[in-house]
C-alpha cells in the first residue's frame, strides 16, 4: 500500500524526474483537464473537488514518510488534480470546451506553471498552510487565479472579434 500512495503522490513516479517535475506533473493534469474537458462543469468540480480531497492526505503522507515534510519536487499529484481547475467550465468559440483546444489548454498550462512556479501571494499564503492541506491548496490557488486570467482573456477575445 505504501508503493502505492508513492506511486500516486508522484505522478506515477513522473515526480522522480530531475529536472522541472513540476511542470511534467502537470502535463498529467493537462490530460486530465483535457479528458473533464468532455463533461459537465458540474461533473468536472465533482472529480476536481474529490481528487483534492483524496490529494491531501496522500500528498501529507508522502510528504512526511519520505521526503522530510514540506512541498517536496517529487511530491506532484498536488499540480495534477489542481491544473483542471484553471479551465473548469471555460468556453472556446463555438461552444468547445477551452481544455479541448490546444492553444488555450497550452496557455493555461503556461500561466498556471508561472503562479505555481512564482508562489506571490495568495499563492505563498495557502502554501503556508499545515502539511497535505498546504501542498494541495498553493496548486490550488495558482489554478483558481489561472482560471481568472483565462476566463478574462476568452471574454475579450469574444469581444474583440
Known amino acids: 500500500m505504501e508503493t502505492l500512495n508513492l506511486w500516486l503522490a ?3 513516479g513522473v515526480g522522480f524526474i530531475p529536472v522541472a517535475p513540476g511542470t511534467f506533473g502537470s502535463l498529467w493534469g493537462a490530460a486530465l483537464a483535457w479528458w473533464l474537458g468532455g463533461k459537465t462543469p458540474a461533473r468536472q468540480a465533482t ?7 483524496l490529494a491531501v492526505p496522500l500528498c501529507h503522507w508522502a ?3 519520505y521526503f522530510s515534510g514540506g512541498d517536496a519536487g517529487s511530491i506532484v499529484l498536488d499540480e ?5 481547475l484553471a479551465l473548469l467550465g471555460l468556453l472556446a468559440r463555438r461552444g468547445v470546451p ?4 490546444w492553444p488555450w489548454l497550452a496557455l493555461a498550462f503556461a500561466i498556471f506553471r508561472a503562479f505555481d512556479a512564482l508562489k506571490l501571494p495568495p499563492v505563498s499564503w495557502a502554501e503556508a498552510l499545515p502539511g497535505g492541506l498546504g501542498i ?3 496548486d490550488l490557488v495558482a489554478a483558481a487565479l489561472t ?3 483565462m476566463a478574462a482573456l476568452l471574454r475579450a477575445r469574444r469581444r474583440y472579434r
Open 147 to 149: 482560471w481568472a486570467c
Open 10 to 12: 508522484t505522478g506515477l
Open 47 to 53: 472529480v476536481i473537488v474529490g481528487l483534492a480531497v
Open 136 to 138: 494541495v491548496a498553493d
Open 80 to 84: 495534477i488534480v489542481a491544473f483542471p
Open 63 to 65: 510528504s512526511v514518510a
Open 98 to 101: 477551452a481544455a479541448r483546444r
